[in-house]
Each structure stands twice: as structure tokens, then as C-alpha cells.
């Protein structure tokens, strides 16, 4: 399902398309976020402020136990290399780090050959609530901050201005804004400048254990 429908008059209804991907399984939101164009994440981004309220549960809920990854398909707006994964977790208690956070990285499709994580590093990240001026309800991923630990089935953790990963991740912040439970969609920041580039998740829910 591609929900065409729903993005043809100027003004979205975000909270219909909520509603339609809350009632998918995984697999239908993520077929039908990977049909939606630069434009129309755009107009999304826009539409998503102040929509739903988003927390760090909502890239990984409460009962999932610490260093256990949870997994976010992505879809960017960029013209090549457009889908990836985005991989979280809480961190240990014995680690040390706020529990106000969590910790994550970039990792690339697995249906696709070539992959650009050896020339930018994992681009490694923490989320946590943004502190700018009118941004309640949206949570950032930052590349400035790097975590104190990870899962242990992780690469490395790389500096962000190591390789080439400092063309791509190094200073970058990703503003977050919820469409659905499980769908969110976020645009950068760099240098204190939007830019444009925008991109969705959808998380895949673990198995119970």
C-alpha cells in the first residue's frame, strides 16, 4: 500500500495517515514509506510538528532490556543509497550514561551490494531530548555526542570525523517528529542550518523473549 491518496491535496492529514500506518504490519509501512519522495518527506516533516509527541520509548520501548538493538528501517531523501537502517539501544546501568539517552548507529541496507559504511564509518550516535527553542515533542539524533558503550554484535565505534564520515556525520543533528506509533521522520541540521536533507523510519518491533 502507497497511500497515494492521502498526498495529493496541498494540506496532509497526518493524523489519517497515522491512523492508516498504525492499522499496517511491518512490512506494509515500510513498503509504503520506501514509495515516498524527497517532496514528499518535506511536506511530511512539516506536517509531523506537533502531531504526536515522541519519546526515547518510541525508538526503543520501555520493556526492551539495556543493549538490546532495536532496529529502524530508513528511507532518505537523497538520490542514491536511499535505504538504510538506523540500529538502537538502551545503554548498561553500569555504563554511566544518563538514562535520559539513548545510543545507535548507522547501518546499511541489507538487501544492497555495496555498502558505504567502510569509507564513512558507522556513524555513531546519541538520542536524546533536544534543548532549542520550540521543539517539544521531537527528539534528536546526534552526531556530536558519541556513546559511552554499545551492543556488543556492533562495529566499532569510529569518530564521526574519522574517513569520510565527516562530510556526512560529523556536527550533524537529525530533528525527529512522529507521524505514527511506529513511524517517525526526521530532517538534519548542521552548523545551526536546516538542511535538505530528509529521510523516515519505521521500527521493527522485537520478538518477545
Not at 527553542?133 to 558519541?146: F, L, P, Q, V
Request: hydrophobic content about 40%.
Amino acid at each position: 500500500m502507497h497511500l497515494d491518496a492521502l498526498f495529493e491535496d496541498d494540506t496532509i492529514d497526518i493524523a489519517r495517515l497515522g491512523a492508516v500506518l498504525d492499522g499496517l504490519g511491518h512490512a506494509g509501512r515500510v513498503e509504503s514509506m520506501n514509495r515516498w519522495s524527497a517532496k514528499t518527506q518535506a511536506r511530511l516533516f512539516e506536517a509531523a510538528k506537533g502531531h504526536k509527541s515522541l519519546s526515547l520509548e518510541d525508538f526503543v520501548p520501555t520493556a526492551v532490556e539495556p543493549l538490546a538493538e532495536v532496529i529502524h528501517w530508513g528511507k532518505n531523501s537523497l538520490p542514491v543509497f536511499t535505504l538504510f537502517q538506523k540500529r538502537f539501544c538502551k545503554p548498561a546501568p553500569d555504563h554511566g550514561a544518563a538514562k535520559s539517552e539513548l545510543w545507535g548507529y548507522n547501518e546499511g541496507h541489507p538487501d544492497l551490494l555495496f555498502q558505504v559504511s567502510p569509507f564513512t564509518g558507522p556513524g555513531y550516535f546519541v538520542v536524546h531530548a533536544p534543548e532549542r527553542d520550540n521543539a517539544a515533542g521531537e527528539i534528536d539524533i546526534d552526531y556530536r555526542m558519541i556513546p559511552g558503550g554499545k551492543s556488543s554484535a556492533w562495529p566499532a565505534i569510529v569518530p564521526n570525523e574519522a574517513r569520510l564520515g565527516r562530510f556526512v556525520y560529523a556536527g550533524m543533528v537529525d530533528v525527529m517528529r512522529g507521524i505514527s506509533e511506529h513511524v517517525s521522520i526526521g530532517r538534519a541540521i548542521r552548523g545551526g542550518k536546516w538542511a535538505d536533507a530528509w529521510f523516515v523510519l519505521c521500527r521493527e518491533d522485537r520478538a518477545p523473549t
